[in-house]
């Protein structure tokens, strides 16, 4: 019920195409919706996350479109550049009640941009 | 945010040694998370180090084989125990932003390799 399943594992596309990574979800305590970019031999980092209470956050050219009745959220990657090439993991975390939270990951997706 | 230092980047050990795994934090922060990432997999927690109390670990993950120690507030560290050629991932040191908006910083991790 902890799980996040994302897919697909892997991507590739083209410059300036649009990179699209799906996950789900099924514990409906999961209140926060985080996604990580990750280059090799670095640390995730946060790109964009949202609430359940919105169905779609945009920041430049990165979209999260959220499905809260299917319990589904994707990205989206306007334009695609060579530079987006990394792991994306999606991840989602309860609803806050003081103190830390448990991030629960999804399983990762390395998205390839080829000129 | 935070930066945090991690080291060593990368090391090859010998089966059946240990290796410790260092992360500093430049700010002040109660909770520090260990995670495990395995080749071309998610993170997965192995536990959660607060400072002047032993660690919690994860299922799945024991003391004596990932112990850790968290001196101070700025401070941990992941000894990995006993190793064998299964240990060989990426191990991250984290910290939380706590609060309504969890935001998770890593360090660049520590690629271990076990012959």
């Known amino acids: 019920q902890q799980q996040v399943k994302q897919s697909p594992q892997s991507l590739i596309v083209q410059k300036g195409g649009i990179s699209i990574i799906n996950c789900a979800y099924e514990?409906?305590?999961?209140?926060?919706f985080p996604w990580y970019q990750q280059f090799p031999g670095k640390g995730p980092a946060l790109l964009i996350a949202?609430?359940?209470?919105?169905s779609e956050k945009k920041e430049g050219r990165f979209t999260i479109s959220f499905n809260k009745s299917a319990k589904q959220f994707s990205l989206h990657i306007m334009d695609s550049q060579p530079g987006d090439s990394a792991t994306y993991f999606c991840?989602?975390?309860?609803?806050?009640?003081?103190?830390?939270?448990?991030?629960?990951f999804g399983t990762g997706t390395k998205l390839q941009v080829i000129p | 945010s935070a930066v945090i230092s991690q080291k060593p980047s990368r090391d090859i050990c010998q089966r059946g040694t240990s290796l410790t795994i260092q992360c500093q934090v430049d700010?002040?922060?109660?909770?520090m998370f260990w995670y495990r990432q395995q080749p071309g997999q998610s993170l997965t927690l192995i536990a959660t180090?607060?400072?002047?109390?032993?660690?919690?670990?994860e299922s799945g993950f024991v003391i004596d084989k990932f112990p850790i120690s968290r001196p101070n507030l700025t401070f941990s560290t992941l000894t990995v125990s006993n190793l064998s050629p299964e240990d060989s991932s990426i191990y991250l040191c984290?910290?939380?932003?706590?609060?309504?908006?969890?935001?998770?910083?890593f360090g660049q991790g520590t690629r271990l390799t076990v012959v």
């Open positions: 991840a989602a975390i309860p609803v806050y009640s003081g103190g830390y939270q448990k991030v629960t």
């Open positions: 984290s910290v939380e932003a706590a609060g309504l908006n969890t935001e998770a910083f």
């Open positions: 514990n409906t305590a999961f209140d926060y």
């Open positions: 949202i609430r359940p209470d919105v």
């Open positions: 700010s002040q922060v109660t909770m």
């Open positions: 180090a607060n400072q002047g109390s032993e660690a919690t670990y």
